[in-house]
């Protein structure tokens, strides 16, 4: 098992930045894969970015250039920098991490831009 905590979100004015965080804990030996999903209201779940443990990353193309993924493995915790942020970006950020054969998905945490 393992258990995600996320904190880091908040209200934001459309050109800002926030940063994500999440940390995991339980069997964190067997963690491969770590990223963020998003949600917004009344739409379907989707990737923002992932990292593997050797440090490549993955990127939506709606967040290239202005998102950035990065973890620490010796504190198993991933983060998202998030830069020149848009109201189009609001929406609740869960994180994902890929542990074994098993996703396990944190609470979510919610994205708020203000135009």
């Known amino acids: 098992q393992v258990q995600l905590v996320e904190s880091g979100g908040g209200l934001v004015q459309d050109g800002g930045s926030l940063r994500l965080s999440c940390a995991a804990s339980?069997?964190?030996?067997?963690?491969?894969?770590m990223g963020w999903y998003r949600q917004a209201p009344g739409k379907q779940r989707e990737l923002v970015a992932t990292i593997i443990r050797s440090g490549g990353t993955n990127y939506a193309n709606t967040v290239k250039g202005r998102f950035t993924i990065s973890r620490d493995n010796a504190k198993n915790t991933v983060y998202l920098q998030m830069n020149s942020l848009k109201p189009e970006d609001t929406a609740v950020y869960y994180c994902n991490v890929v542990a074994g054969a098993t996703n396990y998905w944190g609470q979510g945490t919610q994205v708020t831009v203000s135009s």
């Open positions: 339980g069997n964190r030996f067997s963690i491969y894969t």
